[in-house]
T-cell receptor
Framework: QKEVEQNSGPLSVPEGAIASLNCTYS??????FFWYRQYSGKSPELIMF??SNGDKEDGRFTAQLNKASQYVSLLIRDSQPSDSATYLC????????????WGLGTSLAVNP | GAVVSQHPSWVICKSGTSVKIECRSL??????MFWYRQFPKQSLMLMAT?????????EQGVEKDKFLINHASLTLSTLTVTSAHPEDSSFYIC??????????FGDGTRLSIL
């Protein structure tokens, strides 16, 4: 069974702190990695995607990928209350390039 | 860019009726569209993958005769919930992508069957 695992949380951080969200995956053939944010009652919104080992930064967000250890993480710097949401990790591989395997999501609460 | 439009946003209807939901990619031609269902406080559940001009691929346990998917063009896919019943009430979300690019989601349709 190809799986993507996330800590369900809730992860609680104070405003201005760094929030660190982690995701592990079981399929070593995975090649594309995505982070989506989902506010309650809304649809997912793409935050970051990463294909290569290392870090990828976009504004306050940094995605980190380590294929050897099979984990991908998302760092949110200077966390704001508006970042409070569920963060979904999704993965796909070359064998089935269209379908994503989804984690169950980590709930993040940023406290003012 | 990468805007996906989904209509309607809300549907309330009587048990036994059929409901059609539209998903459009507004500023790109989607090679693949996906249909998801999400129950409250649960994760996304992929229902089917749809490619333009071909039959949809349904996930295990999803009834293809109940959830009809038509992908008539590179910018439009529809999901029809046939003979809907209260247990079909859920949040239905479509997404679209081109090639190996990320999936982009519509705003979702909240379906309530009375």
């Amino acid at each position: 069974q190809k799986e993507v695992e996330q800590n369900s949380g809730p992860l609680s951080v104070p405003e201005g702190a760094i929030a660190s969200l982690n995701c592990t995956y079981s399929d070593r053939g995975s090649q594309s990695f995505f982070w989506y944010r989902q506010y309650s009652g809304k649809s997912p919104e793409l935050i970051m995607f990463i294909y290569s080992n290392g870090d990828k930064e976009d504004g306050r967000f940094t995605a980190q990928l380590n294929k050897a250890s099979q984990y991908v993480s998302l760092l949110i710097r200077d966390s704001q209350p508006s970042d409070s949401a569920t963060y979904l990790c999704a993965v796909n591989n070359a064998g089935n390039n269209r379908k994503l395997i989804w984690g169950l999501g980590t709930s993040l609460a940023v406290n003012p | 860019g990468a805007v996906v439009s989904q209509h309607p946003s809300w549907v309330i209807c009587k048990s036994g009726t059929s409901v059609k939901i539209e998903c459009r990619s507004l500023d790109f031609q989607a090679t693949t569209m996906f249909w998801y269902r999400q129950f409250p406080k649960q994760s996304l559940m992929l229902m089917a993958t749809s490619n333009e001009g071909s039959k949809a691929t349904y996930e295990q346990g999803v009834e293809k005769d109940k959830f009809l998917i038509n992908h008539a063009s590179l910018t439009l896919s529809t999901l029809t919930v046939t003979s809907a019943h209260p247990e079909d009430s859920s949040f239905y979300i479509c997404s679209a992508k081109v090639g190996s690019q990320p999936q982009h989601f519509g705003d979702g349709t909240r379906l309530s069957i009375l």
